[in-house]
């Protein structure tokens, strides 16, 4: 592949690679409270642009395992929470709890509409802070700027001959702590997630976004988890340890592979 064809295959990636596109505007920091990820979230603690720094030592187990150093492989799975509605294609209902606010940032990085500025913007009125002023309009504005990126009109459908799916296959969340906000009520989760493109002949994709990273901060409001990028939540972002399935680092730090809901 020359050089031409490695710029148009970036290109296009980055219509379908979209990492960085919600989670610069939705992040927080200087976390100072571990949420419970596990999967009955009655024990066990989870610790934001991934960093291969500052690993911490895989001989002390932290109450995560004993023995061989724990891996996000190796550990029980965190297991998501099924959404109880939908509206405007964006899943809602997910309870008020930790892995009530993981498993909102899931689904909502899942079924966003990458390349539909119409449908994107549908979905993030159902779930946005009516606090992140001017943060759908930008990310409206993100989505049109990538369909020009790759020749199509700033506005419109998804092309018909091209699907695109995203997996996430690891969290990692905490709870960031602010003034006059219950403890709990505003979440920083960072995703780790695969994205693969099926173009008009049905093929997998020979080139997929594999180990792709992002993060939302998520807080409660009126009964359900909201995105916001508030500047008293997003000014508070860390970042973890990089996401590696089979790395104790990894899971020392907080990350956990997900599992959908039975």
């Known amino acids: 592949m020359d050089a031409h064809d490695r710029k148009a295959r970036r290109a296009k990636l980055t219509l379908i690679g979209l990492g960085a596109l919600l989670g610069t505007a939705l992040v927080g920091g200087s976390v100072t409270a571990f949420l419970v990820i596990s999967g009955d979230e009655k024990s066990g603690s989870i610790s934001g642009k991934p960093s291969a720094t500052a690993k911490p030592s895989p001989s002390s187990s932290s109450g995560k395992g004993a023995g061989a150093a724990m891996t996000p492989e190796k550990a029980k799975k965190?297991?998501?929470?099924?959404?109880?509605?939908?509206?405007?294609?964006?899943?809602?209902?997910?309870?008020?709890?930790?892995?009530?606010?993981?498993?909102?940032?899931?689904?909502?990085?899942?079924?966003?509409a990458w390349l539909d500025d119409q449908k994107a913007g549908q979905q993030l009125e159902v779930v946005t802070s009516p606090d992140a002023v001017g943060f759908i309009d930008d990310q409206v504005s993100e989505v049109r700027k990538l369909r020009e990126g790759v020749g199509l009109p700033p506005s419109g459908p998804a092309?018909?001959?091209?699907?695109?799916?995203?997996?996430?296959?690891?969290?990692?969340?905490?709870?960031?702590?602010?003034?006059?906000?219950?403890?709990?009520?505003?979440?920083?989760?960072?995703?780790?997630?695969?994205?693969?493109?099926?173009?008009?002949?049905?093929?997998?994709?020979?080139?997929?976004?594999?180990?792709?990273?992002?993060?939302?901060?998520?807080?409660?409001?009126?009964?359900?988890?909201?995105?916001?990028?508030?500047?008293?939540?997003?000014?508070?972002?860390?970042?973890?340890?990089?996401?590696?399935?089979?790395?104790?680092?990894?899971?020392?730090?907080?990350w956990w592979q997900v599992r959908r809901a039975d």
């Open 159 to 254: 092309p018909a001959s091209l699907t695109i799916t995203t997996t996430v296959e690891a969290v990692r969340g905490k709870t960031i702590e602010a003034s006059g906000v219950p403890f709990g009520d505003v979440v920083h989760v960072w995703l780790s997630f695969d994205r693969y493109a099926t173009g008009p002949d049905g093929g997998p994709d020979k080139d997929p976004l594999k180990g792709e990273t992002t993060d939302y901060v998520l807080k409660w409001q009126d009964g359900a988890w909201k995105l916001t990028n508030e500047p008293k939540y997003w000014n508070e972002r860390t970042f973890p340890v990089a996401y590696d399935k089979d790395s104790p680092y990894a899971w020392r730090d907080g």
């Open 78 to 112: 965190a297991k998501l929470v099924a959404p109880t509605g939908q509206k405007n294609g964006a899943s809602t209902g997910f309870p008020h709890t930790a892995m009530g606010a993981m498993s909102a940032a899931v689904y909502f990085h899942e079924e966003y």
